[in-house]
């Protein structure tokens, strides 16, 4: 079965880079702390309303950003524990719960999630690469559109892709390079050093990763042992 346009005809992500290890966790603390920042600074303001005797009109507006801003908080650690994190001990995950994880963090996107994963369970490596490239998808959508993760067994591998379509659909240069395994040379750390993480573990677990970008389609595409 074929979900994705041949492998070989889209960008190889092959190329090395020699970058310290301190300085890509440093950047990965980063990037959890910049999109965990906005809904724990709106959980506070929330609480600040309902501390003000003088904003007691505003308290159900306040419970509802509190609330929302809560929810958000709790799926982005949950999803960023799999994707970034060690996850306990887990060394196999159920798709089922990947894509609860993945639907979670797309609840607050503008881009839709569609999730056809046609295996049971997959190898940790699988997993990081299915929410990596499943988020990497929704902001490549940064106006909106249907992000659909596929995902199959073949042979002794896991072949996955995500397609991103959608209006004004993109591919940052950074995203790019970090999945060629380049150094960033300009934009931001917080999109080059989550594909630079794609491409630093797929490889290791003796995988391939690329990507390819048209006229408002992006697709991610990952083959890992399964």
Not at 136 to 143: D, F, V, Y
Not at 171 to 182: D, I, S, T
Not at 209 to 216: K, P
């Given at each position: 079965m074929?979900?994705?346009?041949?492998?070989?005809a889209m960008t190889d992500t092959t190329a090395p880079a020699v970058?310290?290890?301190a300085e890509i966790a440093a950047y990965l603390a980063a990037r959890m702390c910049h999109d965990f920042i906005s809904p724990a600074s709106a959980i506070a303001s929330g609480l600040d309303l309902l501390d003000d005797p003088s904003a007691q009109d505003m308290r159900e507006e306040a419970m509802g950003l509190i609330a929302s801003s809560s929810k958000k908080l709790a799926d982005l650690l949950s999803f960023c524990r799999v994707a970034f994190g060690a996850s306990a001990?887990?060394?196999t995950f159920d798709a089922r719960e990947l894509e609860k994880l993945a639907q979670g963090a797309f609840s607050h996107m503008r881009a839709g999630l569609a999730w056809a994963v046609d295996v049971p369970a997959v190898t940790k490596p699988a997993a990081r690469t299915l929410l990596n490239l499943a988020q990497?998808?929704?902001?490549?959508?940064?106006?909106g559109g249907l992000a659909t993760v596929r995902?199959?067994?073949e042979g002794e591998?896991?072949?996955?892709?995500?397609?991103?379509?959608?209006?004004?659909?993109?591919?940052?240069?950074?995203?790019?390079?970090?999945?060629?395994?380049?150094?960033l040379g300009e934009g931001m750390h917080g999109n080059w050093v989550q594909a630079y993480y794609v491409h630093l573990f797929v490889a290791d677990a003796g995988g391939?990763?690329?990507?390819?970008?048209?006229?408002?389609?992006?697709v991610f595409a990952a083959t890992v042992p399964a």
């Open positions: 074929q979900i994705a346009p041949k492998l070989d970058i310290r290890p001990s887990a060394e990497m998808g929704g902001a490549a959508l940064p106006t995902a199959v067994q591998s896991i072949v996955i892709a995500v397609e991103a379509v959608g209006a004004r659909a993109r591919l940052r240069p950074e995203v790019l390079a970090g999945l060629q395994g380049h150094a391939r990763v690329f990507a390819d970008v048209q006229d408002e389609r992006v």
